[in-house]
């Protein structure tokens, strides 16, 4: 069936180091594949997207590439901030659900000084 | 151009009342989603309204129920609630049902069920 999986949490990063959050998906198909954001006590906003194999979404530093061979999305950011101090969710749309979105747990990142 | 909106903000039910969540999509969109997120948890898809109907569903009892209204806006009704339905209700929503569709969420309603 289809699934995903994405690193546990928390990670706790220093300011301007580099980060990778892991996340790999189980599909009969090609999904759509999304990074979704959640500051502390808000609702969900669009990081960035990737729709077909080799596509990479970025957005505010933010980056990810869709690899169809290793069925992974990982977003990286070679420079955090203590902004992006947050919760991050994995998120693919597989094929035939429609644009129903499969969440991941969800990976806290705390940005220090 | 407003994005989506959910109402209200915050609630408080008693167990066994019945809860009513609003949610206006973004402009120019007709798909609208309900998603339920427990605390510390991913959220989870409750079900989908297109043309007025509900198109999918997710593993949630009959207990909710939607609707979509001409102007595709969108309520989420729960019904003899549960301890357990204490959550935060995301509205989603996109032009139509294409997987490669962004998909667009409110701030959420946060349901507390006491």
């Known amino acids: 069936g289809n699934s995903v999986t994405q690193m546990e949490g928390p990670v706790t990063l220093s300011e301007e180091a580099f980060l990778t959050i892991n996340c790999t998906y189980t599909a009969t198909g090609y999904p759509s594949l999304f990074w979704y954001v959640q500051y502390p006590g808000e609702g969900l906003q669009l990081l960035l997207k990737a729709t077909k194999a080799d596509d990479k979404g970025s957005n505010k530093g933010f980056e990810a590439t869709y690899r169809k061979e290793t069925t992974s999305f990982h977003l990286e950011k070679g420079s955090v901030q203590v902004s992006d101090s947050a919760v991050y969710f994995c998120?693919?749309?597989?094929?035939?659900?429609?644009?129903?979105?499969?969440f991941g747990t969800g990976t806290q990142l705390k940005v220090e000084l | 151009d407003a994005g989506v909106t959910q109402s209200p903000t915050h609630l408080i039910k008693t167990r066994g009342q019945q809860v009513t969540l609003r949610c206006s999509p973004k402009?120019?969109?007709?798909?609208v989603s309900w998603y339920q997120q427990a605390l510390g948890q991913g959220p989870q898809f409750i079900f989908q309204y297109y043309e007025e109907e509900e198109r999918q569903r997710g593993n949630f009892p009959d207990r909710f129920s939607g609707h979509q209204f001409p102007n595709y806006s969108s309520e989420l009704n729960v019904n003899a609630l549960l301890l357990g339905d204490s959550a935060l209700y995301l509205c989603?929503?996109?032009?139509?049902?294409?997987?490669?569709?962004?998909?667009?969420f409110g701030e959420g309603s946060w349901l507390t069920v006491v």
């Open positions: 998120a693919p749309s597989f094929t035939g659900g429609g644009n129903k979105l499969t």
């Open positions: 989603a929503s996109s032009l139509g049902g294409g997987g490669r569709n962004t998909i667009y």
């Open positions: 402009s120019g969109h007709d798909t």
